[in-house]
């Protein structure tokens, strides 16, 4: 149906709470792509799925970071002892298929950390 | 490893002007080369893409891009700028491998004045 989406849109929390953003690709994209744009570190890839499997967690920044997938549809990021510096907004997207190249982005999650 | 440079992270131009974002991307194998939009607490829009082929690019809302291998540029233009242009936009690299992982820019701002 409509685009991916992201939930919730604002989240705030205070330092060491564990957050879960929640992410809904589009409907038969099977790849699906964790994002992060902070105001220092700009746009930085997370973690890429492909069905339920992580083949790229790369750009986790630390092991306080995880994400799984399930059903090959919904996805959930999330980050346990939060620091101030996780506040950032997290971005999703969606493809078709792995080697399609157009990712369609979600709207984003923006998490400030208190 | 990929990389990507934008020059100028504010740019104004006149409404009616024309609008060029400059890219320079790094990378050590073929790239694929995008230009992404941001209007203010949106997710990101795809404009246009280079993969392979042609080299002149259309997108859309009038821009496009030129990839020019010997220069490693990917600028993005417009020949007349529109008030609703007013953004950040990003260039991104990816590799041609199975997936594609996007290496963001930092992003040009975008004002258009009357």
């Known amino acids: 149906g409509a685009g991916v989406s992201q939930s919730p849109s604002n989240k705030v929390t205070e330092k060491g709470k564990d957050v879960e953003l929640r992410c809904d690709p589009i409907?038969?994209?099977?790849?699906l792509y964790w994002y992060r744009q902070s105001l220092g570190q700009g746009l930085e890839f997370l973690i890429y799925?492909?069905?339920?499997?992580?083949?790229?967690k790369s750009g986790l920044p630390s092991d306080r970071f995880s994400a799984e997938r399930t059903g090959g549809s919904v996805s959930t990021l999330t980050i346990q002892r939060t620091q101030q510096e996780d506040s950032a907004v997290y971005l999703c997207?969606?493809?078709?298929?792995?080697?399609?190249?157009?990712?369609?982005f979600g709207p984003g999650t923006r998490l400030t950390v208190t | 490893a990929q990389s990507v440079t934008q020059l100028g992270s504010h740019v104004s131009v006149s409404e009616g002007a024309l609008v060029l974002l400059r890219c320079n991307y790094s990378?050590?194998?073929?790239?694929?080369l995008f230009w992404y939009v941001q209007y203010p607490n949106q997710g990101l829009q795809l404009l246009l893409k280079?993969?392979?082929?042609?080299?002149l690019v259309k997108g859309i809302n009038g821009f496009e891009a030129e990839f020019k291998k010997s220069e490693t540029s990917f600028h993005l233009t417009k020949p007349s700028a529109h008030m609703s242009d007013a953004a950040e936009y990003f260039c991104?690299?990816?590799?041609?491998?199975?997936?594609?992982?996007?290496?963001f820019g930092a992003g040009t701002r975008l004002a258009v004045h009357p």
């Open positions: 997207a969606s493809s078709f298929l792995a080697g399609s190249y157009e990712q369609y």
């Open positions: 409907s038969g994209h099977t790849a």
């Open positions: 799925f492909q069905g339920n499997s992580a083949p790229d």
């Open positions: 990378s050590s194998v073929p790239p694929y």
């Open positions: 280079y993969t392979t082929g042609a080299t």
């Open positions: 991104a690299v990816s590799g041609s491998g199975g997936y594609n992982k996007l290496i």
